[in-house]
């Protein structure tokens, strides 16, 4: 099973999002911003990254763009509502431009999620 990095700024979702991974046998360890999930990595392995795209302080793109310039390959899921004056469309173009592997649109189903952890886990 995984070790994966939750970035998720909302407490609900991020307890949400744990209970899904820990009932398919991953860990998880959280940070609440970008900022604090570049110290996470500094300090710890992880083999997925999965990440809100909507954040204060440093986005989900700003935290891509720091991982990618950083030449790490880490795999990244990014879970998204979209944002205010920004429709769902634009988010994974956007995402994706700046290395995230898969986009998971909220609200999410369980199999969703675990479908593409399973995917980029496995690629």
Partial sequence: M??????????????SVREI???AGHTTEE???????LKALKGSKFDAIV??????EMDGIALL?????AGNDI???VISGGAPNAPL????????TFGANLVVYKPFEKAELLKAIETVLAD
Avoid: C, F, N, Q
Wanted: aromatic share 4%.
């Fill in 89 to 96: 469309t634009y988010t994974a173009p956007l995402a994706a």
């Fill in 2 to 15: 995984a070790h994966i990095l939750l970035v998720e700024d909302s407490p609900e979702v991020s307890l």
């Fill in 75 to 77: 795999p990244v899921v």
């Fill in 51 to 56: 990440s809100d795209i909507w954040m204060p």
């Fill in 65 to 69: 763009k720091e991982i990618r310039g």
């Fill in 31 to 37: 940070a609440a911003s970008g900022k604090e999930a």
């Fill in 21 to 23: 991974l820990a009932s």
